[in-house]
């Protein structure tokens, strides 16, 4: 029989990871070695201000599978998942969190699916450790959301973990948005896509880099990335608005015809000025997100600068199906 040889990277985000990297690894290395697939993996380290960098420099002396991807500043979670994306070279990518809230113990499961034919298999938590109970609920409130007023159905309790096909990958990386929602593209690109079930740890050292304000930034990035729900909202609003102010004005001219006009007129008129203008405001701030998008967008910059990319060290005389050359380098700029 014909021995195929395959290929997984691992990407996996660091920013300020100090704490937990030595531990990280040794797990995820212990998964590895037991698989029979070559394997690589790469480190993107996101502008970190502590020592994580010098930790990575010296797993990746001691693991020849390593590459580090250092870039030069930090530039959040989603864009360090797409410079590794980028660089990932295997038939098969897995993306997981470096705090071990992932647990690497499921990459055996992930490639079984993949070998069945899937594209995209995502890690479903059944339960959320560590995390309180305002956090649980609005992120349940956000999946919700996104479900209903959403062109695409975003699975719920669903983090980036997940492993994607090397087609699957290819699809990420010919999306040059700078607005990059990962949860919604990881849907977005469509393919085969499966759930498997586990239960999410609580963060293993260090502390969780999302604050409230972050992942309100994050809902209201993810809710105008994919749905124009908000600006229909302001146009009803407006409608509405326009109509009450019609028939009060009807009403007002009514009352005049048949009352006459007392000095009177004041206390309305101010009322029906502060109200539309209040609408308009809104309105129009509603139009300034979406315009600000479009300005972002057509500037088309890059998404990120490398300041430096380790390649890793192992030889890489395996022969690989699916892997094409031209891949290699899209997007970004070195
Ligand atoms: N991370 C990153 N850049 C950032 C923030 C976080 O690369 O600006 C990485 C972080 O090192 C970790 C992963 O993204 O590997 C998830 O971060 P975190 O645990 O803080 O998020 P949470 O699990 O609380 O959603
Ligand atoms: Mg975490």
Redesign the pocket.
């Known amino acids: 029989m014909q021995q195929v040889e395959y290929m997984i990277s691992i990407v996996?985000?660091?920013?300020?990871?100090k704490e937990v990297l030595g531990d990280f690894h040794e797990r995820i290395t212990q998964v590895l070695d037991k698989l029979s697939l070559d394997s690589e993996i790469i480190y993107?380290n996101?502008g970190s201000e502590d020592n994580t960098l010098s930790i990575l420099t010296k797993i990746r002396e001691q693991d020849a599978r390593v590459a580090i991807i250092d870039l030069s500043r930090?530039f959040?979670?989603e864009i360090?998942m797409t410079a590794g994306l980028h660089k990932a070279e295997g038939d098969a990518v897995v993306v997981i969190?470096?705090?071990l809230?992932d647990p690497p113990e499921l990459i055996p499961r992930l490639i079984d699916e993949w070998q069945d034919g899937y594209d995209v298999i995502y890690a479903k938590r059944s339960r959320r450790e560590g995390e309180s109970a305002f956090k649980k609920l609005t992120a349940h409130l956000f999946y919700r959301l996104m479900g209903a007023i959403g062109q695409i159905k975003i699975p719920e309790d669903t983090?980036d973990y997940r492993l994607l096909s090397r087609r699957a990958v290819d699809a990420l990386n010919t999306l040059q948005e700078q607005h990059r929602f990962m949860k919604g593209l990881f849907t977005w690109i469509g393919y085969r896509q499966k759930a498997i079930l586990y239960e999410r740890d609580p963060?293993h050292a260090g502390e969780?880099?999302?604050n409230y304000w972050h992942l309100w930034n994050f809902a209201i990035e993810g809710i105008t990335s994919y749905s124009s729900a908000p600006l229909k909202l302001a146009s009803y609003l407006g409608l509405l608005t326009a109509l009450g102010a019609f028939s009060y004005g009807i009403f007002i001219v009514i009352r005049t015809l048949l009352y006459g006009e007392p000095v009177q007129g004041y206390p309305s008129m101010i009322v029906v000025i502060l109200f539309l203008g209040g609408v308009q405001l809104m309105s129009i701030g509603v139009l300034g997100e979406y315009v600000g998008r479009i300005f972002t967008e057509t500037k088309r910059r890059p998404l990120y600068f490398i300041n430096n990319f380790s390649q890793r060290r192992a030889n890489q005389t395996q022969t690989r199906l699916t892997q094409t050359e031209a891949q290699k380098d899209k997007g970004g700029c070195v």
């Open positions: 996996v985000p660091v920013y300020n990871e993107v996101d930090n959040g979670k360090a969190d470096a705090d809230q983090g963060r969780s880099k999302w």
